[in-house]
């Protein structure tokens, strides 16, 4: 007997088929037969379901996407004031240096003021109590004999040269102990000013953390909600939406990084075009100035790359960075147990002999510039908010392969990632 199939299961079917993708009807049902054909309310009603699943199923995906960005930017400002903030630092003992330079230079001139002053102050009192002048005036009007004269006209005029020598000593001295005044009035204000300057920029960094750490709670928290949401559209597990939802947003960052990447490769490759392209004009130029029997100035040579850090060293460096694999973030630390990503820089380049400021803007400003795609094991990439060095404000160190290792961000961990990632900026070797 053949069996049909009416009513409620029939239009429940045409929906399902209609949410996948099309209307069509199970294999079983005669769609030539009248009473098993959909209705057109039936049709409308499963196309509009399936439009609002999938309006649906959009709205929390683009929820779940803002919510990331959202993160993101958190982890960004605070990993932008974390490094302002030891960048505030780094500047400030600078200037405590420079002021400490200039206080040592004010010290060291006025005890030479305070010896041309003795000395000073001493044929003064000499030269008053001889009147040599006097006495020089009376020889010419007493003496009898010419040399005696002369005698005297000698001494008083020996004497009055050191007196103006002293005398321009003292105040040379003078403008020298007041000039190191001034200058290290000027240092010590400078340092002051820098000193709160570190201080808001500390304060800021802390603040810009703590917002993080909030904004990672929150967004864990709505992210559970919307993938469970996902699920029950999607009628799959949370466990199976949790999964789908990762390897999207892995999907996202890798293209972002593949983007990136080849951005960095078009400018390399451009840089290597006008480097040879200038070599070839130089070339030139030398050639005509021979040809028309003069000299051309030759070519500045090319700047030579620093040496890299021996292989002992860079596994050195990278040994000491792997054993705080897992230790957690946290700004301005330098170790033993907690890091944030210039200071794990910092102290693994000095297993080496290397001594690095813990600042990632100084630690560039250390090495030699090179492309990113020619980072070789041991070198350090740097990550910018504006794509110039200004705005570098995270580092971490290359393994070689596609891997690097850093301290990231507030609430996570010392770890190895690929740099498909998030694709560096730039790279030093030093």
Known sequence: MRRTISGRPLAMAAVAAVALGGLSLPAWADPNDPGNAPSQQQVDAARAAADAKAHTVRGVQTRLDAANARLESAEMRASMAAEAANGAIYHLQLAQAAAAKADAAEAKAKRVLRTHKAAYTDLVARTYEQQPQLQAINAMTTQARPRAMFSSASTTYQLTRAMDDIETGYRDAAAKAGAAADTADKARAHAASLAAQATAARQQAQASADNAAAEADRVAQQKKKLVGELAHLQHISVELASQRQAALEEQRRRAAAAAARARAEAEARAAARAAAQK???????????????????????????????????????????????????????????????????????????????????????????????????????????????????????????????????????????????????????L
């Open 279 to 429: 070599a070839a004009a130089d070339k030139a130029a030398a050639a005509a100035a021979a040809q028309q029997g003069g000299s051309a100035p030759a070519p500045a040579p090319a700047p030579a790359p620093a040496p890299p850090v021996s292989s002992g060293g860079v596994e050195a460096v990278i040994s000491y960075a792997k054993a705080q694999l897992g230790e957690w973030y946290l700004w301005g630390a330098a170790g033993p147990d907690r890091w944030d990503c210039s200071g794990l820089t910092m102290m693994a380049f000095r297993q080496a002999g290397i001594y690095l400021p813990h600042f990632s803007g100084a630690q560039y400003d250390a090495g030699t510039p090179i492309p990113v795609s020619s980072a070789r094991r041991g070198d350090l990439l740097f990550w910018s908010s504006n794509g110039a060095p200004s705005g570098i404000h995270h580092v971490a160190i290359y393994l070689g392969g596609g891997q690097v290792i850093e301290a990231p961000h507030a609430g996570a961990q010392v770890r190895i990632r690929s740099m498909d990632y998030w694709y560096p900026d730039f790279a030093v070797r």
